[in-house]
């Protein structure tokens, strides 16, 4: 039972590594880009204004005044990490999204069934998309129209392993949509997007042409779950949690301020 | 151009940082991923004191309506017969009446001139004898010394004739046990009050009156009352001692400090320099005496003259003449055992010699490893608003002065930093009790004047080398900045509040030494033992078989007792009564044949001036110095010269410690006060009856018949 519990496997090892190594940079990121001396004084005012209304606590306005105070404390707390906030979230925010694409979904497994998704600008144009496959995969199911959604989804079947592409035609233009087949970690890009800001953020794949009535194509993949330490986690809250901890224990052993 | 461009290049890269960053925070799918340590440090860390502060609001705010019945009829019941309804006490160590009424009416001290005008301003009667830890202890009890046990800082051991502090006795924990070489403690030291009677502010916060209590002298160990004091003189420093500073130097090392402090040598290692600074005995050594220590490199640049000292993790640069802030040391002992102090670095000098002065390490107030607050948190609340503090009860180092490590504005700096992190907490202490007693003390006025005495008279012994037209007005600035201080204290405060600028006693001039144990062994009541004619320190050649008396310490005089001291030849009762009026009639007009004046203008008998259940602890007798007189320094210290008079060559000038009648304290108030000769020993009854409280009958002090609106109003 013990042995399940620490059981790690992979992709909670890679989390793991990512978390503590990501852990000490940011704190070393923070210590060089913030006003060490005003967070230490900042944070010690706070602590004051706490204690000021545990030892005057039987003067009324002392503690109303001490209240105030450590809300505006807290406002010019929240200031000072603002910018070592801003300087870390950039490279973090690229480096998430990258693993994003290698820890967030897990491929298809030879022989599992999967959805394909295909989101239009118009209810009218679902009836003109097809959907195209490539030798070794195959379609399990007809096509299901949802007009509500401006949808059609097709069922399909991966033969064996392998990078495929798959191609959703409509009105004489044709697009690709990329399914992964394998048994490792390799890099999944669960849905290809027009557009920029969200695509940056979910998609690994080029946008979709302009214009297009075709608005997105979708392969559902499983998403991927890291058992650690008992639990089945979202590599993301498990890395948030671990490179906390981290930092925290690196701010300690560091002496720097956060 | 090139300006243009980097503004531009920064315009950018900022919008592109917030662009970033609201697209992450607005972004809805998964915002979660995009949080991360950066923003969750930050996060975390304010929603942990919001959340703090939210569950406390929450507990205030459910349980306020019963605490404020509570509190309404408690303070109905408190405030019901008070008079007043808020006492400032400020407390001036040592303030002088006749040099406050010089600099008065020489119109320097306008605030305390109007509360001279429109309140009252008179002489303070002092006790017996005029020491600080005794006089305070009796303005906070209302008792006589008899009473509240303080005669002196040091009491004598009647078995070694040894000296030990009178305010308190520290004492490592009862038990421990051994592990490999190291002896666990298990338990905290035990520390023990040795002052008496109960001080005014434990019957007013019993009543519901709210009292902040700040650097009182004398109250430490913190004792506990439903209120806030921070401890003031007789908190040791880290060492346990009354303060030892530390004077690193490459110097060649030349005779140990007489006072106060310890030499340490500073090795050369390639471009660095290194040093300790010494800390508490090891408290896992088994008694052995082992030192703990915090090793620093100091980096000197001369041309700068300044240099780089890193000391544990911190790391600072100062210059020559400079110090440093509190930097916090921390001497590890092993097993996860360590004491946490504070102390000041302060460079004299990079070239040719490195020399560096290390103020006594204090107890670190955000984390005392004593108690020197009660509760422990008001010294943390102070060190978390204002930073780190002065805790050592005689903060203000004097005898770095005397054994000119420190010159006078190295000395001065370090005083009035001390002074000005004690008016923060003044004013934080008059902004937190808005209705109820602020008391606060300020040692700077006693150090001072102690130190620049010299600077006052025409041919003090030491100040004859410096110039007339050189002498600093050191005294003069002190009681102007003390009045400085009073005005913005009165700005304050209302009509309906109370000021009482009170000192403990007053001051002259200290020029000449009389060393009585000399005087006793040259009149045959001090025996030394055969062949010498000197005794060393504490005692150290006296044949104490053929001994009566003895002095050490301040203003007392022993008899050597039978049955009470281990050796004691005098036997009690009759013997005793006419050694004491034969030494009394013989001392008391004792001339100065140098000089031709009188060194000492009473002898008081402790039978006659102290009543209580303590009187038995006091010396026999109480001597007077006259003006210009005190105890000389080797006679404070229990030793035996060959000389009787002598000049006082130190920078500690000035004194109080002589006949109490010549050096009464000064009483200053913004309400009339109708008493003829008040004394430090009606504040406390006077305080009881203002808030209405019934005066004790063991008090010995009488309640002042106080207006209860200033003449302003």
């Known amino acids: ?258 | 151009m090139k300006m243009y461009s980097g503004h531009s290049n920064r315009r950018y890269l900022i919008a592109a940082l917030v662009a970033v960053f609201i697209a992450v925070v607005l972004h809805p799918t998964r915002s979660e991923a995009y949080a991360g340590p950066g923003a969750g440090f930050a996060v975390l860390s304010s929603f942990w004191t919001l959340l703090v502060a939210f569950l406390y609001s929450l507990y205030a705010f459910l349980t306020w309506p019963f605490r404020h019945l509570l509190r309404l009829f408690r303070r109905r019941k408190a405030y019901g017969n008070a008079q007043i309804r808020r006492a400032v006490i400020l407390g001036f160590d040592g303030m002088d009446p006749e040099l406050a009424e010089r600099f008065i009416n020489e119109g320097k001290l306008p605030n305390l001139a109007k509360l001279r005008q429109q309140g009252t301003f008179s002489k303070l009667r002092t006790t017996f004898p005029a020491i600080s830890p005794v006089a305070w202890s009796t303005f906070m009890t209302g008792v006589n010394p008899g009473k509240h046990n303080i005669y002196d800082f040091l009491g004598r051991d009647l078995a070694s004739y040894l000296p030990y502090l009178s305010s308190a006795e520290i004492r490592g924990p009862k038990r421990s046990f051994k592990l490999g070489k190291y002896t666990i403690p298990l338990g905290k030291p035990e520390i023990k009050g040795m002052r008496k009677s109960t001080p005014f502010w434990h019957w007013l916060g019993k009543a519901g009156i709210f009292c902040s209590v700040i650097r009182v002298p004398v109250t430490f160990p913190p004792e506990k009352f439903p209120g806030v004091l921070l401890s003031g003189m007789c908190v040791p420093d880290l060492k346990g001692s009354q303060g030892t500073f530390c004077f690193c130097t490459t110097r060649a090392s030349g005779d140990k400090f007489r006072e106060g402090g310890v030499r340490v040598p500073v090795e050369r290692n390639g471009s660095a320099f290194h040093s300790y600074v010494p800390g508490p005995e090891d408290p896992l050594g088994n008694g052995s005496g082992k030192e703990l220590r915090v090793n620093f490199e100091i980096r000197p640049d001369v041309s700068r003259q300044q240099a780089r000292i890193t000391a544990d993790s911190e790391s600072f640069t100062i210059k020559v003449g400079q110090y440093s802030e509190w930097i916090p040391v921390k001497f590890k002992a092993g097993l996860g055992f360590s004491a946490h102090g504070i102390c000041r670095f302060y460079l004299k000098e990079v070239s040719p010699e490195v020399e560096v002065y290390v103020t006594p390490v204090n107890i670190d107030p955000g984390r005392p490893d004593l108690p020197i607050s009660h509760p422990v948190t008001y010294s943390i609340y102070l060190a978390k608003l204002f930073g780190p503090y002065a805790t050592l009860g005689l903060a203000e180092d004097t005898w770095a002065l005397n054994e000119e490590v420190l010159d006078d504005d190295a000395f001065l700096a370090q005083a009035y930093g001390n002074h000005e992190d004690r008016e923060r907490m003044l004013f934080d202490a008059l902004e937190k009790t808005q209705q109820g007693l602020c008391a606060c003390v300020f040692d700077t006025t006693d150090r001072v004047q102690h130190m620049f005495w010299r600077y006052l008279e025409e041919d003090h012994p030491a100040a004859r080398n410096v110039p007339r037209d050189q002498r600093p007005n050191v005294v003069q600035d002190l009681y102007q900045r003390m009045d400085n201080l009073i005005g913005r204290v009165m700005q304050q405060i209302s009509d309906d509040t109370l000021l009482l600028v009170v000192s403990d006693h007053g001051f002259k001039s200290f020029a000449r030494c009389v060393n009585l144990n000399a005087w006793l062994h040259q009149n045959g009541y001090l025996t030394l033992k055969e062949n010498k004619t000197e005794s060393g320190d504490w005692f150290e050649d006296v044949d104490w078989s053929r001994t009566r008396a003895y002095t050490m310490g301040l203003n007392g005089l022993f008899l050597n007792l039978k049955g009470r001291e281990r050796e004691g030849i005098v036997a009690p009762g009759a013997d005793a009564e006419t050694l004491k009026d034969e030494l009394r009639t013989k001392l008391d007009g004792l001339v100065d044949p140098a000089s031709g004046r009188v060194g000492i203008t009473g002898v008081f008998d402790c039978d006659t001036v102290y009543a209580g259940p303590y009187v038995d602890n006091a010396p026999d007798l109480i001597v007077g110095y006259g003006d210009g007189y005190r105890a000389s320094w080797d006679s404070v210290m229990g030793k035996v010269t060959s000389q009787i008079f002598e000049d006082n060559l130190k920078a500690w000038s000035g004194d109080h410690c002589i006949d109490p009648r010549l050096v009464p304290g000064v009483l200053f108030s913004n309400h009339k006060i109708a008493v003829e000769k008040p004394a430090i020993v009606d504040v406390a009854p006077t305080m009881l009856k203002l808030f209405g409280l019934a005066i004790p009958k063991h008090i010995d002090g009488k309640p002042w018949k106080v207006a209860t609106q200033s003449s302003a109003a």
Not at chain 1, 62 to 90: M, Q
Not at chain 1, 178 to 194: K, N
């Open chain 1, 1 to 258: 039972m013990s042995a399940s519990i620490f059981r790690i496997d992979l992709p909670a090892a890679i989390v793991i590594v990512l978390s503590i190594v990501i852990g000490l940079l940011m704190v070393l990121v923070f210590a060089w880009t913030s006003d060490q001396k005003a967070i230490h004084v900042a944070k010690d005012h706070l602590k004051a204004h706490l204690l000021a209304v545990r030892l005057f606590q039987d003067q009324l306005p002392v503690v109303l005044r001490s209240y105030g105070r450590i809300v505006l404390g807290t406002g010019r707390y929240l200031r000072l990490a603002f910018k070592p906030l801003l300087y870390a979230i950039i490279p973090l925010t690229v480096l998430i999204v990258f693993l994003d694409l290698y820890l967030g979904w897990k491929p298809l497994k030879s022989g599992e069934t999967f959805l394909v998704k295909v989101h239009t600008a118009s209810a009218d144009a679902l009836d003109g998309v097809s959907l195209q496959l490539p030798p070794d995969i195959e379609s399990t199911a007809p096509a299901v129209h949802v007009p509500a959604d401006n949808e059609v989804i097709w069922r399909a079947e991966a033969a064996k392993q392998g990078q495929y592409e798959i191609s959703v035609a409509d009105a004489g233009q044709t697009v690709s949509k990329r399914v992964v087949v394998s048994e490792g970690i390799p890099r999944v890009s669960p849905i290809r997007l027009q557009g920029f800001w969200k695509r940056i953020f979910i998609s690994g794949e080029p946008a979709l042409p302009d214009g297009s009535h075709i608005q997105s194509v979708e392969v559902v993949y499983p998403a991927r779950n890291i058992y650690f330490l008992g639990m089945e986690w979202n590599w993301i809250w498990l890395f948030f949690v671990l490179s906390l901890i981290a930092g925290f224990a690196f701010k300690s052993i560091l002496g720097i301020e956060i």
